[in-house]
Nanobody
Framework: QVQLVESGGGLVQPGGSLRLSCAAS????????MGWYRQAPGKQQQMVAQ???????IYADSVKGRFTISRDDAKNTLYLQIDSLRLEDTAVYYC??????????WGRGTQVTVSS
């Protein structure tokens, strides 16, 4: 079983930055494809970014050039650097495992609110 705990969210002004973290318990973290998703109020969940075990990255078009996904396998931690924040980035951000025996595990999320 794997547990995921997100942190790093908060209230920021447009144009600001945040760094989200997702700490994963259990072993074999380095072998999994990991991802960040988000859900804004009244909207469907959206894939934000994914990263494979060999660091191949995929981004949603709406975040390309502003968000950077990374991982530190020694620390079992997934990151999402968010720059140039926009009002429409307001959402709860979740990390998830996208491969391996614990595919589909989700954290509880961290709230990102962009407001002036």
């Amino acid at each position: 079983q794997v547990q995921l705990v997100e942190s790093g969210g908060g209230l920021v002004q447009p144009g600001g930055s945040l760094r989200l973290s997702c700490a994963a318990s259990g072993s074999d973290f380095s072998r999994y494809t990991m991802g960040w998703y988000r859900q804004a109020p009244g909207k469907q969940q959206q894939m934000v970014a994914q990263i494979t075990s060999d660091r191949y990255r995929i981004y949603a078009d709406s975040v390309k050039g502003r968000f950077t996904i990374s991982r530190d396998d020694a620390k079992n931690t997934l990151y999402l650097q968010i720059d140039s924040l926009r009002l429409e980035d307001t959402a709860v951000y979740y990390c998830t495992t996208l491969s391996g025996p614990f595919r589909g595990a989700w954290g509880r999320g961290t709230q990102v609110t962009v407001s002036s």
